[in-house]
C-alpha cells in the first residue's frame, strides 16, 4: 500500500490549484481511493483499498473555522485559487474564512466535497483530469 511520505512527496510538487489535477493522478496510482483533509490544521486521512487508512500530521498551528459559512464567497476563492492565484496555505485560511472545515476527494468518482462545520456540503465538485 501507499504511505504518507509517498503521498506528500506528490503534494510538494503542488503549488497551487492549478496543479491539482496531476497530483490526483499521482496519487490514485499509488492506490489512494479517497481521502478527507481537516482545515483547521491540514491533517488528512488517506484509505485505500481493503479498509487501509492512514493519516499525516498537522501542517500548521490550528486555523479558526468560521461558524456559518458563506458558499459564495469560498466559490469565488475557490476559483482564483484553481487559476493558480493563491498558494494552499492561502486557500486552506480562505476555506477557514469562509465556514469550511473539510473536504472530502472520492477519486473513484473523481469527486471533492467541501463541508461546514455542522457537517453539511457546501459544494461537490467534480475533480479535473489531465
Do not use: R
Not at 458563506?70 to 493563491?86: A, P
Request: with cysteine; proline share 2%.
Amino acid at each position: 500500500m501507499f504511505t504518507v511520505e509517498q503521498i506528500e512527496s506528490a503534494h510538494g510538487k503542488v503549488k497551487s490549484g492549478a496543479d491539482f489535477p496531476n497530483y490526483i493522478q499521482e496519487i490514485k496510482k499509488l492506490g489512494v481511493v479517497s481521502f478527507e483533509t481537516w482545515v483547521c490544521d491540514s491533517h488528512t486521512k488517506y484509505f485505500g483499498k481493503n479498509g487501509f487508512q492512514t493519516k499525516s500530521k498537522p501542517k500548521y498551528d490550528n486555523l479558526k473555522i468560521t461558524d456559518i459559512s458563506n458558499k459564495d464567497q469560498f466559490g469565488e476563492y475557490l476559483n482564483i485559487h484553481q487559476k493558480g492565484e493563491t498558494d494552499y496555505f492561502t486557500f486552506c485560511n480562505h476555506c477557514a474564512e469562509t465556514g469550511i472545515e473539510k473536504w472530502n476527494v472520492n477519486l473513484e468518482k473523481m469527486t471533492c466535497t467541501y463541508y461546514d462545520k455542522a457537517g453539511n456540503e457546501i459544494l461537490v465538485e467534480n475533480v479535473p483530469t489531465v
